[in-house]
């Protein structure tokens, strides 16, 4: 079964700390592994893609990392502020048999960044 | 390019109705999901269409669930007969075959059923 767990559930940190969220995937014959940000009664921003054969990707403060062979990912945000404040949720994509992309998510993680 | 729209964003019903949500994709998007997400989980799959074509369907969509996409373009999520275990918030998503076939999220439709 295609499962993907996020530690920790819950995150809160003063701002301008460093932090680190993680994603776990049982099937490691991924598509690609896709980050993506809700914020309460929202829907879902895409912020960062990694393609199987990628190592990471950045973007502004930043960063995701992908261990494809041992069914982890990484997002490392850099001096955090309080608008970043939100549910992260790591998303795992497998392409089947009939072409299909099936994305399969985690439960996320809330992340509160007090002033 | 408006983004993915989602009618209504908020909907309140008696067990036993009928309720009816909508999406309306990026224009030039092929491809078109459907998810339902509980409180405090992830979105999960309920359904795909490339075009007006149904193409896969979850374990999770009931017989009580329908989805079409008569012309290729807006999608309707039926549910007959709530129960109170429907109370979810429903998110549709597009994405398009020519590109990079990101899928970008509609701001979802919250169910509460009484």
């Known amino acids: 079964k295609q499962e993907v767990t996020q530690i920790p559930a819950a995150l809160s940190v003063p701002e301008g700390e460093n932090l680190v969220l993680n994603c776990s995937f049982t099937?490691?014959?991924?598509?690609?592994l896709q980050w993506f940000r809700q914020d309460p009664g929202k829907g879902l921003t895409s912020l960062l893609l990694i393609q199987s054969s990628q190592r990471e990707q950045t973007s502004g403060r930043l960063n995701a990392s992908l261990d494809k062979s041992s069914g982890r990912s990484t997002l490392y945000i850099a001096a955090s502020q309080p608008g970043d404040s939100a549910t992260y949720l790591c998303?795992?994509?497998?392409?089947?048999?009939?072409?299909?992309?099936?994305?399969?998510f985690g439960t996320g993680t809330r992340l509160l960044v007090s002033p | 390019d408006t983004g993915v729209s989602q009618n209504p964003r908020h909907k309140i019903t008696k067990r036993g109705q009928n309720v009816t949500f909508r999406c309306d994709p990026i224009?030039?998007?092929?491809?078109l999901y459907w998810y339902r997400q509980t409180l405090g989980q992830g979105p999960e799959f309920l359904t795909y269409f490339q075009n007006e074509a149904q193409l896969e369907k979850s374990r999770l969509l009931s017989d009580r669930f329908s989805a079409e996409r008569p012309k290729g373009s807006f999608s309707t999520l039926e549910i007959q007969r709530t129960e109170q275990g429907d109370s979810a918030m429903y998110l549709c998503?597009?994405?398009?075959?020519?590109?990079?076939?990101?899928?970008?999220f509609g701001p979802g439709t919250r169910l509460t059923v009484l």
């Open positions: 224009s030039e998007h092929n491809r």
């Open positions: 998503a597009s994405s398009s075959t020519g590109g990079k076939d990101t899928q970008y």
């Open positions: 998303a795992v994509r497998y392409l089947m048999n009939t072409g299909f992309q099936k994305l399969v």
């Open positions: 099937d490691s014959a991924i598509y690609n």
